[in-house]
């Protein structure tokens, strides 16, 4: 248990007194409803501006009451108690957690316009491109009732939609495209080119895979300059190598390890005299290890897919292809070099900021999510958030079953498929979350064996996901699906017209089957939560093995004996209390992973805020030019004299000094991946890795300032600068032509969500 137990009492009971605040004003507000009804639309608009002073929602319950009504007026949805009451907490900052179904994009619409009404402006973070676009659409009526505006950014929008949508009060949006758009800003030489407005709030959809799960993936800006990269005679040398005797793996197969063996037959192919010399350590070998990595640790169908002829990764927390995502360079090339295929172009990394860094932006951010609680420990450590239940409108009428435990996978296997059909012959749908893809198509090859008709629901056809996911309730359904698929999708019993709605209801409802525990809880209750929206009947099961990766990871070599009857099934207590042991174990993993990955992070993140911060003193101010007049005076004279508009000079000065501050920042961070990818073979005995990389970022860093602004003074007194500005490309100061964005999946094992890198994930041993 955490030394953090006493505090966690402390906020449970100012949660608790919170909410009970809350349910008063809530009655309040339902007492003023009938009044309101009385009033004209234009009469509710303006009574709601009322409710505003200072800046802030004062008159809570007139404003709940009023909203209540619009929304009756113009969704049709008249919001439940429960409902008021999220809306509330949300506005107070918090993450909420609302089951399932409950509502949450009418919540998350109420509470955003409250808070554009107090003059913020909103960005409401979605988990994908369909739901931004899908939210924004349906919630319109509500947001522009009250005069104010409402737009979607998506992965398809142009530059001047995005231009428009930024300047509306609430911005619907995936994380991924608000990133990669401040990102882009980021590169701006004029304030005029600027895309993004910055918001007052982020309002995050499914707060736990944003905040949490994805919390330290890379959002990457690169530019077009090919990578250099040759791993072909790399990766034929370690396809020879054997395990157990070349190299060895640890117990939760996060890590690979070169053995004396399989370091001599490595040099002994590419005709080296040793690996850890000086001149290999920082090169030949850290390839060695990516290649290595990938052929013993990336598995095709379960971590990546091939697919067009090329790699599309599997994201471990959805079990669907992460889109837009590569590995780390090094990594994503020793995978394709192992398929055969053509190394990708790495191109030059511009600029990069994690998910974290860019949510920590905002001076305001609060959430929702059906699993909030189980991420209280990681939202308050990481994002200082508190998180609030929020009861359901109706009770719950799910079942959950006891876990089913089996010796072996085989066993296992066996008598899911048995369950599967067993549930499947009265009718009633399942819903079966697999852990990947592979275990999915084999499972739904042994069923259709039977006869049985299978919806699959993987990586490989996720364009289908929400009308698929859609019809997950409808009678006599099988849908095996890989375990986060659909997230946002309305499962209705009955097929999602509910047209057999009432036999569905007699069989039971859906039937959720886990063929395994999850590495955290939470991903487990994630799954569970499709059962039993809005108070329909429903039963969730998992399914698990002695054999399976949490338990071997979790486990950690501790034996467990126990006697399986003929089914290959054991239930004893002490086996159940192992595998909540092997769960409570393998989220440990995770959150350590994450606190010293953070740690790798933080450093970088704060040069960054430095760097933004000159940047804007550049962009906003004749600074650029005053200094570069001050360090070379005589050029600045003549530039003056020749008769050029003074604004043409300053414009010139500041795109010389931006250039050079965007080339240093971009060096950096090459550099400082190269140091992290080779980290612990670099640092020395007394010194743990993560020292010896702060040490070196820090003196890195240091120089930079003084190297952009150095670096602009000679730029200053040599390139053309006329009536046109200054004439950078010609002088060989070329911005790329073309940039292009993709998310880095460093964590491509680690199962429940967050993030190791091949180098970091050495660190560990
Ligand atoms: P969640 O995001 O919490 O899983 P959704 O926002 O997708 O839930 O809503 C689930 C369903 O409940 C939708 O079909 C929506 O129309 C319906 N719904 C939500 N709130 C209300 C309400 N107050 N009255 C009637 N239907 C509602
Ligand atoms: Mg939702």
Redesign the pocket.
Known sequence: MSKFDWFWKAMGSTAERNNKKSKGIVAQAHALIAGYEQYSDAQIAEAVRRTVVNGEIQKKPEFLALLTVA?TRTLG????EV?NQAVLRLLEGDVIQ?????????VGAMAATGFALTGKRVHVITVNNYLAARDAEWMRPLVEFFGLSVASVTEASSREDRVSAYRSDIVYAPVAEIGFDHLRDNQITHRSQIVQLPADVALV?EADSVLVDEALVPLVLAGSKPGEQATGQITEAVSHLVEGKDYTIDSDRRNVFLTDNGAAKVEKSLGIDSLYSDENIGTILVRVNLALHAKALLIRDVHYIVQDGKIDLVDASRGRVAELQRWPDGLQAAVEAKEGLDVSEGGRILDSITLQALMRRYPLVCGMT?TAVEATDQLHQFYDLGVSTIERAKPLQRFDEADRIYATMDDKFKALVREIAYIHSTGQPVLVGTHDVAESEALAEALESQGITVNVLNAKNDEEEARIVAEAGDLGRVTVSTQMAGR?T?I?LGGADESDRDAVVKLGGLAVIGTARHRTARLDNQLRGRAG??GDPGLSLFFVSLEDDIVTAGGAGEQITAQPDENGQIDTKRVRDFIAHCQRVTEGQLLEIHAQTWKYNQLLADHRAIIDERRNTLLDTNRAWEELAQRSPERATELKASGINQEVLEQAAREIMLFHLDDEWSEHLAHMDEVRESIHLRAIARETPLTEYHRIAVREFKDLANRAVEQAVETFNSVLIDAAGAHMADAGWKRPSATWTYMVSDNPLSGGGNSVISGIANIFR
């Open positions: 929304s949805m008249t919001p439940f409902q609302m089951a399932t179904g409950e509502g949450k994009t009418l959809d059906g946002g309305d209705r929206r809005q």
